[in-house]
């Protein structure tokens, strides 16, 4: 019991589980030499002598119960409440133990001198003790054995049929037999019946933990070899035989240490390498396995690659259908919406020109608003159409060579009345060159969008800019592109609106609405669509809500 405490305390002697054994082997040391005692001594010392045995008896069977909690691991956490029971169930257990027996020296067994000890009130307590005890125990590694896997599973296996064995062997040779048969006869081999519990508690930590049998058959001669100095100062005669076996015990005790620490150490050492080989191999065979099934794994992989690209260049085709589809559709209405808007418009005129008698002012004011009702709906339904065929790609693109600079002089001068009316102000920047092969129809109507929205959302007393040049592309370096930055100093767009408003027809900011109400806010969907058939790109960039907004329009040379 000795060998086995100091063995599992000397692997790590900070161990809550290592402790509690070591208490537990101790315990079972000090009961079974005070029972031995009870054999002994004569019956006048009996009954201290006794005491002392289940006193030990008692922190054997409480430190078993907490190391089987805590081994390998607890399976459950003890709340406040639960330690506080532990802990007072504790103190009553060991304060009851030695008072559950009433001795008589007197009074002795027949044929022997062993005096009768009579169970009180006390011993009932502490059978009750024993038996929650049991249960708790066997409760408990009964639960862990089902939860756990592989060494865990074989270790709680062990001190399960030890700890069964140990109970069943001193329930009826310290009990049994005492309170019930009246008969010591079996109780001192009490100590005896401890051991299918300690051969399977240590076999389980040593053969399942840390330790090899070189550890083993170290700790074993170490403690052999300071037994046998023990024993030689035990029958020592002389001072002088006492100091000199007293110091190489010492001596023996220290190195003794230290060697079963050198070889503690490499155990681990080798241990950790069995493990980072085991999972070496784990690995290989992984590698092994990856590389065996690589080659089927990339055929099925592209097996299936395949039939996505089916499924994608079919859904393509059918995205394609469709698109014809919708182009002739747009084609087929806009002749359907401007015929009658036309021969409305038509009637109207000869009506207005007509000559005859002269309308009164009321009819004429009639005849008048239906005619420019009339041409707002052609106007509008023209913009549907600009939008649509601009979309899909209809409208047809006649570019020659064009002045940018000219385009925009000319645009100014047609809108110079909206200038002077809000007292705008132009600051123009170009390069010596500005010809680019655009249709000049549509990228006229672009640009005027543009300007017009500077125009339209600028404030009054503010300006404008319009800026170019000609500059490399981005990313191939071995291109020219066009750069046209259009910005005033108007009502700016918050980054959120910025990401939408090239995107979405017939959507503005909020600012943008209180300016110019009356706006439908497809301009600048026309313009992106015109510059995209173009090859370009065009995009708003506005650091604040009150800096304005810049366009940038990009065109390939």
Do not use: C
């Amino acid at each position: 019991m000795i060998f086995f405490g100091a063995l599992v305390l000397l692997h790590d002697w900070k161990s809550l589980i290592n402790k509690t054994f070591a208490v537990m082997m101790f315990g079972s040391l000090g009961w079974a030499l005070a029972n031995m005692g009870t054999f002994n001594f004569s019956p006048d010392r009996f009954e201290s002598v006794l005491n002392a045995a289940l006193i030990f008896a008692s922190i054997q069977t409480l430190s078993g119960s907490a190391f089987v909690y805590l081994f390998p691991k607890p399976n459950f956490s003890l709340k406040p409440w639960h330690k506080v029971v532990a802990i007072v169930f504790s103190l009553i257990f060991l304060g009851v133990s030695p008072l559950q027996y009433d001795v008589n020296p007197s009074v002795t067994y027949l044929n022997s001198n062993i005096p009768i000890a009579e169970p009180n009130v006390f011993n009932v307590i502490w059978g009750i003790g024993i038996l929650a005890q049991v249960i708790f125990t066997i409760a408990v590694t009964v639960s862990k054995y089902r939860k756990a896997e592989g060494d865990g599973k074989r270790q709680l296996g062990y001190i399960l049929i030890g700890s069964s064995a140990t109970f069943v062997l001193l329930f009826v040779s310290q009990y049994l037999t005492v309170n019930v048969l009246k008969t010591p006869i079996l109780n001192s081999y009490g100590p005896l019946f401890m051991m299918p519990l300690i051969l399977g508690t240590s076999y389980a930590i040593t053969r399942y933990h840390l330790f090899s049998v070189k550890a083993i058959t170290t700790e074993i001669t170490t403690f052999i070899l300071w037994l046998f100095l023990l024993l030689r100062i035990l029958f020592d005669e002389s001072l002088q035989d006492y100091f000199v076996d007293g110091t190489i015990l010492l001596g023996v005790i220290i190195v003794g240490i230290f060697l079963i620490k050198s070889v503690l150490k490499e155990v681990r050492q080798k241990e950790r390498l069995a493990e980072l080989n085991a999972q070496l191999d784990k690995t290989n065979a992984s590698l092994k396995d990856l590389n065996e099934h690589l080659e089927q794994k990339v055929a099925e992989q592209t097996v299936e690659i395949r039939k996505a690209y089916e499924v994608e260049k079919k859904a393509r085709i059918e995205l394609v259908e469709l698109d014809k589809a919708k182009d002739q559709f747009i084609l087929t209405t806009q002749h359907h919406l401007r015929t009658p808007l036309t021969i409305v418009k038509g009637y109207i005129q000869s009506f207005i020109t007509k000559k005859g008698p002269m309308l009164d002012e009321e009819a004429k004011s009639y005849v008048t608003k239906a005619s420019e009702a009339a041409d707002e709906v052609g106007n509008l339904v023209n913009e549907f159409l600009d939008i649509s065929q601009m979309e899909i790609g209809k409208s047809m693109l006649n570019k020659t060579p064009t002045d940018i600079k000219s385009v925009i002089q000319g645009i100014l001068i047609s809108l110079e009345p909206l200038l002077q009316a809000k007292r705008l102000k132009t600051s123009l920047s170009f390069p010596e060159n500005n010809v680019i092969a655009v249709d000049l129809t549509k990228m006229k109507e672009a640009l005027t969008d543009l300007i017009d929205n500077a125009i339209q959302y600028n404030q009054e007393g503010g300006s404008i800019s319009i800026r170019a040049q000609k500059m490399s592309h981005p990313i191939e370096k071995d291109k020219l592109i066009y750069r046209l930055t259009i910005g005033g100093t108007g009502v700016g767009i918050s980054p959120e609106k910025l990401q939408t408003l090239l995107v979405r027809s017939f959507q503005r900011d909020e600012e943008a609405i209180g300016v110019n109400a009356n706006d439908r806010g497809i301009g600048l969907i026309i313009a992106r669509n015109i510059i995209q058939a173009h090859g370009g790109v065009i995009y708003a960039e506005s650091d604040e809500k009150d800096k304005g907004t810049k366009f940038v329009v990009e065109l390939p040379v």
